[in-house]
């Protein structure tokens, strides 16, 4: 069972291209969360989201909670914008405080 | 830096060795969480500690134990490793368990990468 789906699953892109990474999930949410995993590092939190949309940086992330369906877009990308990015999402009815995970989108952008 | 610290950041061991993973965390969260990473997956819960005192199964409980010491220091004890637990580990906390509606954003660690041979 995938409960979180991402897509594509690999990306290049070339440095100051538009890039759309997508979370699609089949499970009643409360909240989805974006998170970033660079080379051999740490997770860090980008984003909660429960609705709309949230910006920070060149980074904004949109909710469709009709839709099941989420997207992280980098403006303006960089080579330091290359990293993992995963989508989880927490399940309403699920235990406490579990997060179910996507595999994530491996980002490489070239300068 | 306030955060989640993890100790050790790299170990290999032999199977059937054991060892414990150390997790603290100075952000005075009451929810601690360890997850393993592997390739091809999606982050999976070990354990979790909802609130200091209490600690419960996630999806992959098999083969761990794990201590909230306090409400900083959460860890996770393999007690005889096998090849099938080199994974990347992480720890993690958030202000919360996170019940119905009531959300927080969770704090991850920098990781350990644990190798069974």
């Known amino acids: 069972k995938n409960e979180v789906e991402q897509s594509p699953q690999n990306l290049t892109a070339q440095e100051g291209e538009f890039i759309t990474i997508n979370c699609s999930y089949s499970?009643?949410?409360?909240?989805l969360h974006w998170l970033q995993q660079h080379p051999g590092g740490g997770i860090v939190s980008l984003f909660m989201?429960?609705?709309g949309k949230k910006k920070h940086g060149r980074l904004i992330a949109t909710i469709n909670i009709q839709e099941k369906h989420s997207s992280l877009h980098i403006t303006a990308s960089h080579p330091r914008d290359s990293a993992v990015y995963i989508c989880?999402?927490?399940?309403?009815?699920?235990?406490?405080?579990?997060?179910?995970f996507g595999k994530g989108t491996k980002l490489s952008v070239k300068p | 830096n306030a955060g989640v610290t993890q100790t050790p950041k790299f170990q290999v061991l032999k199977t059937g060795q054991s060892m414990t993973l150390q997790c603290a965390q100075d952000?005075?969260?009451?929810?601690m969480y360890w997850y393993r990473q592997d390739p091809g997956m999606g982050l999976r819960l070990i354990y979790y500690?909802?609130?200091?005192?209490?600690?419960d199964k996630g999806e992959v409980p098999n083969g761990y134990n794990v201590s909230r010491l306090n409400k900083r220091e959460f860890s996770l004890r393999l007690e005889s490793a096998a090849p099938s637990q080199t994974s990347v580990y992480f720890c993690?906390?958030?202000?919360?368990?996170?019940?119905?509606?009531?959300?927080?954003?969770?704090?991850f660690g920098s990781g350990t990468r644990l190798t069974v041979v």
């Open positions: 993690a906390s958030s202000e919360g368990p996170g019940i119905g509606i009531k959300n927080y954003g969770y704090t």
């Open positions: 499970v009643g949410i409360s909240a």
């Open positions: 989201l429960s609705s």
């Open positions: 989880a999402v927490k399940d309403y009815g699920g235990s406490q405080g579990n997060l179910i």
């Open positions: 952000m005075n969260h009451n929810s």
């Open positions: 500690s909802a609130s200091e005192g209490t600690t």
